[in-house]
Structure formats: C-alpha cells, structure tokens
C-alpha cells in the first residue's frame, strides 16, 4: 500500500484551527459539581485544580525535535572496521537529499537525462510496447519535452518536470509507485554500511543431500543458507545468486524446466541438456583414491558467459556455489565482452597480449581446484574465428548471454556477427531478459532472423530464479525491471541423417 502523505500547509492549518481542549465535566473536583460544597470549601484552604495533560494532535512524533541520526564506526564480525550511514528506520531518502554521494549523484543524472511522462508533452522516442507511458503522447499536439525536477514524495524519486504534472499523471504513477520506493529503500540499504549477513553464503555439503530447485526459499533450505527472515535480505541475496542459479537450475538433473505440461522444455531441449547433464552428473562408479578404482578425470565443462558486464565481478564465493551444485565436475567460465572488465582495472591490470596469451586473458586459477575463471575484453566472434576455443562439444559446452539485447536496436549490430557463430557449434545457448517486453522482444528478433536455422530448447518464460531486487533505469524512472527476469534457451539445427536401405540389385543373365 502507498504510504499516507499530509502536506506541511495542511497541517498548519488543522494546527491552528484547532481549539483549546476544556477538560470534561466527569474529570472536575467535587467542588465544582456541589455549590454548598463549593462555599463551604472558602472557609478552608484552596482547593487545587486538576491539570489535564496537552493532547497533541498526532501520535506521529515529529522528526524535527527529534536527534539526528549520526554516523558511527564499528566493527562488523568478520573484524572489518565500517561506517553505519544508515539504519533500518530511516531508509527512505530523497534522492535529491540522500546521505550518500553516489545516490545525490545519481539524481543529478536523472534530471539531465530523464523525461517527464506526462502525456502533455511530445515523445522522446518509440514506445518500447502498449504499456509505456510514452505510447500516450502525441508529437503534434504536444508541449515540447522536458527533463524530470520534482520528486515525488511518496517515492522519492525525481519523476516529473513539475508537480501540476505529478499530481495530474498520479494514478499513472501509482502502478510503479511502491516498487520505486522499495528500489529506493534497497540502495540506500546497500551504501549503508551495515554488515551483510545475507551475503555469507552456503558452504560446500554432502553429495547425498538432494537440492530442490523448486523456488528460491526450497534451494536456500536444502543448501544449508541462514535464515533470511526479511525480505529485503532476500532481495539483496538474490541479486547476486541469480547469475549462477539461473545456469545451474537449467542445466541440473533435478530442473524445474522439464518437458512436462507446462514445464517449457521442449524435445529437442531435453536432447541437449540430456547430453549435458551427463558430463555434470557422472556415474558413481570408481574414483575412490585407490588404484584398482582409478578413473579418469574429464574435460572440464565450459561455460562462455558472453557480453559479460555485471556478472563478471561478482565475488568468486557466488560463482563458487555452481560448483557445489555438481561435485564430481571441474568448471571453466570465460567471461567475453568488451565490457567484462569494467571497474576492474585497478583490481587486475590487464596483460599484455602475448604469444601465449594473444588475447590478453586474465586467468584466475588458484580460486579451486573446481572452478577456472577467464576474462577476455574482446569481441566472441574475433576470437572464434581463430579458432582458440575448437572445437565445441554439445556434452562440455554450454553457452549463457545475460540480457543481450537481440532484437534491442540500441545494441542489435554487437550480435550480427556473433549469432551465425553461435548456431554453427550446436551448442545450448542460454539467454535471460530483463522484463518480459525485452524477451519478446528478443525472441521475435532470433525467429525473423534465424528461425530456419535454430530449434527452441526452453520456451521464453518468467525465471523460478530470477532476482527478487527491483532495479531503476536512470534515463526513465518509470522502466522498472530486475535481473533474469525471464530465460530462454536455443541452438543451432541439428539435422539427423538416417542410412538408406540398399535394394538388392537384379542382375539380369545375358545371353551371348
């Protein structure tokens, strides 16, 4: 529900129109009720009156007499000495206003970047789908645009140029109202300088135990994770798990996407992950340290996370947790993209590229004896068409895009070159989109283009692990979306040729 909002002027004059309290009849002295006792009283000492307390007119207690909350340094359990900024109960800030630097920044952005909504005003670009507020305004008859001022209140979010046009477009703004406060609430929880217990993460247990990957309160059971009893910890947890989740309950043999009735997977999908899982779930039979039981190692299992941004930094400890999912596996990630090394340079300064290492890779090795993660800043297709990653094996190999943006014209030309690649290893591709506008959008885009030439192996569909974390898009406050929100998956046609029976040739005998 919307949270109650009472205007300064409004209380001023509820204030002061309001008029003195007299005390009841009931609450008077004996004296005052009896006039004989009243004159006989004269005779002795005055009686004292009852004094009745002031009653204010709200229990709300005023946060102006209130102290100010002033940050302190403590130190966290891991003996980490931090910052509190904030606490639970005061969360909500303007952005404009906020404690934290980077949040007062980002305002300062929305209001050079972002356009009002209101239908008053021309467009700015082509409506997204029906639903955007965009879709609303006409370019000959509307006022010429302008960027988002004024903050709602109830949010605390900068929305519209003025507040004529907040108050005109209310209920319009109602429908993402509460999801922007949340937003907000989450961002200043996560500059706040609290200790994360939500970000201690499950540790490795017994392969016997059976992980249900029915929903995310079922896997964080199961794996042993703490209690996470708000949601707002929940929120913060599943925005990092979800990159590795959203793998692991695709590619696991105790999915939720089966090829059931409504289960989105399709035949052809449960061909492909069917090789897969046999790689990621060995049988077990020998490897128990003796020689007589010696078994053979396997490849390790590649995943090529492509266009990789976000993902590519999270903490090891998150990816790590794909490989507590599958115990006998060893795992190769090779983040690709441009942009996976994106605020990291400081972190890891990139190699030179070498005759070893020609693309210039930083490789982190010693994380596990499970795990090897890579980091290429180049294009996917340069680097296949050198052929540094033949060849490709549907039973090793799996590839993952984090919203790519296929059909998105902004970003479509990245993937030109790249697509044809992909479909040609016949490898499972795995793809996420942020809302289910953008996997629609996707989606048409790879059957116009490529729908000859792809089988569909899970239908685009909401993702069981997506992040429960709302996240707000800077250039238009009102496009709310979350990570992973919907996923996918295809590959390249595979055609099965079949032996045609030789017919008996009938030799006819010559004569001479």
Request: net charge negative; proline share 8%; aromatic share 10%.
């Amino acid at each position: 529900m919307r949270s109650s909002y009472t205007c300064r002027q409004c209380l001023s004059l509820i204030k002061s129109s309001r008029s003195q309290l007299r005390p009841s009849q009931a609450l008077r002295p004996l004296s005052q009720h009896n006039p004989a006792q009243r004159n006989h009283s004269t005779k002795g000492p005055a009686q004292p009156k009852l004094a009745l307390p002031r009653r204010s007119l709200s229990t709300t207690p005023q946060r102006s007499f209130e102290k100010p909350f002033e940050p302190f340094e403590y130190v966290d359990p891991e003996g980490i000495r931090r910052t509190l900024m904030l606490t639970e109960d005061n969360l909500f800030n303007s952005f404009t206003n906020s404690p934290i630097p980077q949040i007062r920044k980002r305002a300062a952005f929305m209001r050079q970047h972002a356009y009002c909504p209101h239908p008053s005003h021309q467009p700015t670009r082509a409506p997204k789908n029906s639903m955007d507020l965009e879709a609303r305004k006409s370019s000959s008859t509307g006022t010429p645009p302008a960027h988002v001022d004024f903050e709602c209140p109830d949010c605390g979010i900068p929305v519209y140029c003025c507040e004529e046009h907040w108050a005109d477009d209310y209920e319009a703004h109602l429908e993402v109202c509460d999801v922007l406060r949340q937003s907000n609430e989450d961002d200043h929880d996560l500059r706040s300088g609290r200790f994360f217990k939500e970000f201690q993460f499950a540790e490795p247990q017994m392969e016997e135990i059976l992980v249900n990957m029915s929903s995310w309160d079922t896997y964080l059971y199961t794996r042993d994770f703490d209690a996470l009893n708000a949601d707002r910890e929940m929120r913060q947890a599943t925005k990092l798990l979800t990159y590795p989740m959203t793998i692991a309950s695709i590619v696991n043999e105790l999915s939720p996407y089966n090829i059931r009735k409504n289960g989105r997977m399709t035949p052809e999908g449960l061909k492909s992950f069917s090789a897969l899982r046999h790689t990621l779930h060995p049988p077990r039979t020998g490897g128990d340290g003796t020689w007589k039981n010696a078994r053979l190692a396997p490849p390790s299992v590649r995943l090529f996370v492509l266009g990789a941004r976000a993902e590519s930094s999270l903490p090891r400890e998150t990816w790590m947790q794909l490989a507590y999912l599958f115990h006998r596996v060893q795992f190769s990630i090779n983040f690709i993209g441009p942009e996976s090394m994106a605020n990291r340079e400081k972190e890891l300064p990139l190699p030179a590229r070498t005759p070893l290492n020609p693309f210039g890779a930083v490789i982190e090795d010693r994380i596990s004896n499970a795990m090897k993660i890579s980091t290429f800043v180049e294009y996917y297709h340069n680097i296949h068409k050198t052929g540094h990653f033949a060849p490709y094996d549907p039973y090793f190999d799996c590839f993952v895009v984090f919203h790519p943006g296929f059909g998105n014209s902004a970003s479509m030309h990245e993937w030109e070159e790249t697509l044809p690649l992909l479909l040609e290893t016949k490898c499972p591709i795995i793809a996420t989109g942020y809302s289910p506008w953008d996997v629609q959008q996707d989606v048409e885009f790879l059957n116009k283009r490529f729908g000859n030439e792809m089988d569909m192996l899970l239908e685009p569909g909401e993702n069981i692990f997506r992040s429960l974390r709302w996240d707000l898009n800077d250039l238009d406050p009102h496009d709310v979306t979350c990570s992973n929100w919907g996923v996918y998956s295809f590959r390249g046609k595979r055609y099965e040729t079949t032996k045609k029976e030789e017919e008996a040739e009938v030799h006819s005998d010559r004569t001479a």
